[in-house]
Structures are given as C-alpha cells and as structure tokens.
T-cell receptor, first 111, second 115 residues
Framework: QKEVEQNSGPLSVPEGAIASLNCTYS??????FFWYRQYSGKSPELIMS????GDKEDGRFTAQLNKASQYVSLLIRDSQPSDSATYLC???????????FGKGTKLSVIP | GAVVSQHPSRVICKSGTSVKIECRSL??????MFWYRQFPKQSLMLMAT?????????EQGVEKDKFLINHASLTLSTLTVTSAHPEDSSFYIC???????????FGPGTRLTVL
C-alpha cells in the first residue's frame, strides 16, 4: 500500500526563521511530488511540484527530493505569520493522475 | 486565478434529502476528476475517481449508491449525496489534474451540513 508520512506537528517557528517540513514515501515507483498549503476551512493550494532529485526553488520556497532515501522536504525561508497553515505532501505514480497524500504538518509562525 | 470551481460553496439540508455538488474545470478539459472528503481537523480522504465516459471508481468503504458521481462532460463532474444524514456533514472537495506534470488543482470545496 502506498503511503506518504509526515510529522503532524504542530511545528512552531519564529517569524523570519526557516521552516523545514519533511515527508517520506513508501512507493519507489512514485515519480512526482507536490506540496500543498491548506489554510483552516479552505481547500488545498498547490505551492510546489518536484520531479527530479535535487532542489527546486520558487521565491521563499525550496522543495528537495531524494529518491534514493524516498524523502521530500519543503523549506520556507523568512517565514511569515501568513505561512501558518497545514502543509500536505503528495506523491504520484507514473502514468497515473491519482496522488497519495500525507496527513499534513501544521505550521505555526510566531510573530 | 482559480482553475477548478465548485458549487455550491455551502449547503445546509434536512436529513433524508439529496444534495448535488458540481465541480467544473475552467478553460481546460479533465477526463479525470477526484472527490475528497475532509472532516474537521482530519486529513483529506479520497472518496472516488470520476471518469468521463465511464463509471466512477470508489475507494474502499465508500458507498457508491449513496455518493453518486456523474462525469457529464469533459469539464463537469457532479457528486450527489443521496438521503443525507448528519454523519455526512463534512467538507467535500474536488480536484482535477492539469498539465503533463499531473498537478492536481483543487476546487474551493463545499461545506455540507445535514440537520
């Protein structure tokens, strides 16, 4: 059974710090990985996608993928209170639209 | 802007009634859409995969006769909660994949309250 594991948190970081969110996955056939942000009472919003080993940067966000270790991470630099949300990690297999989601990590950025 | 819309955003109904939720892909075609349910403070739960032109695929434990899914066109999928009961009260969210990277984009969700 495909699984995506995340620490549920809450993860608390001070404003301006780097928030590090981690995720592991069980299916070695997974090809694509995504990070979603979900504010309370709202639907998930895609913030990063990554498909190959290494780092991918977009503004204050950096996604990291290590397929050998089956590990995905998201770094948020200069964290802001508005970053406080639950972050969902998801993985997808080759040729399939279906994603497997982790349970999410709740991030709190303290002003 | 939004790429997936849902309607209604919020619905309150009496126990025993049926509720239809629409999910539309905006400016792109989606042969596949997904329906999720999320209870308060819990994670997303995939209910079913909606397939244009064929039957939906339901996850284990999801009653297909209770949650009717119809993928009427390449831009529209509907979820009908039949004979709704208070335990069906939840946040229902649809998603559609867009692009070669299989990114899923979520609709804004429908909050269902069954009295």
């Amino acid at each position: 059974q495909k699984e995506v594991e995340q620490n549920s948190g809450p993860l608390s970081v001070p404003e301006g710090a780097i928030a590090s969110l981690n995720c592991t996955y069980s299916d070695r056939g997974s090809q694509s990985f995504f990070w979603y942000r979900q504010y309370s009472g709202k639907s998930p919003e895609l913030i990063m996608s990554i498909y190959s080993n290494g780092d991918k940067e977009d503004g204050r966000f950096t996604a990291q993928l290590n397929k050998a270790s089956q590990y995905v991470s998201l770094l948020i630099r200069d964290s802001q209170p508005s970053d406080s949300a639950t972050y969902l990690c998801a993985g997808g297999g080759a040729g399939s639209y279906q994603l497997t989601f982790g349970k999410g990590t709740k991030l709190s950025v303290i002003p | 802007g939004a790429v997936v819309s849902q309607h209604p955003s919020r619905v309150i109904c009496k126990s025993g009634t049926s509720v239809k939720i629409e999910c539309r892909s905006l400016d792109f075609q989606a042969t596949t859409m997904f329906w999720y349910r999320q209870f308060p403070k819990q994670s997303l739960m995939l209910m079913a995969t909606s397939n244009e032109g064929s039957k939906a695929t339901y996850e284990q434990g999801v009653e297909k006769d209770k949650f009717l899914i119809n993928h009427a066109s390449l831009t529209l999928s509907t979820l009908t909660v039949t004979s709704a009961h208070p335990e069906d009260s939840s946040f229902y969210i649809c998603s559609a994949p867009l692009g070669i990277g299989y990114e899923q984009f979520f609709g804004p969700g429908t909050r269902l309250t069954v009295l």
